[in-house]
Nanobody, 122 residues
């Protein structure tokens, strides 16, 4: 069992920035991947960014949706069980509930956070 707790959502103007954070707790020893997905009203949940915890975020260990490349950046702290999503140049199309995600390689099992609302509006 893994618990994921997100923070950092809120209201921001177009062109502004937000930073989301997600902390994993519980049976974290076998977690291999953490990242972020989002779901806008009436749409399917989609990938935003993921990172492999066992390696560096530089050199192919990260994966981004084409729509956020160059504007969003995913990172992890030194403990490797907390991930952040720096979102710059936000667009109204970025309005969605953002969900933290992780994969544990026992099972394997996927886990989801409760979600945090991001609203981009002037």
């Amino acid at each position: 069992q893994v618990r994921l707790v997100e923070s950092g959502g809120g209201l921001v103007q177009p062109g502004g920035s937000l930073r989301l954070s997600c902390a994993a707790s519980g049976s974290i020893l076998s977690i291999s991947t953490m990242g972020w997905y989002r779901q806008a009203p009436g749409k399917e949940r989609e990938l935003v960014a993921t990172t492999q915890l066992g390696g560096s975020t530089i050199g192919g260990s990260t994966n981004y949706a084409d729509s956020v490349k160059g504007r969003f950046s995913i990172s992890r702290d030194n403990a490797k069980y907390t991930v952040s999503l720096q979102m710059n140049s936000l667009k109204p199309e970025g309005t969605a509930v953002y969900f933290c995600y992780c994969r544990r390689e026992i099972g394997p099992s996927d886990y989801w956070g409760q979600g945090t609302q991001v609203t981009v509006s002037s």
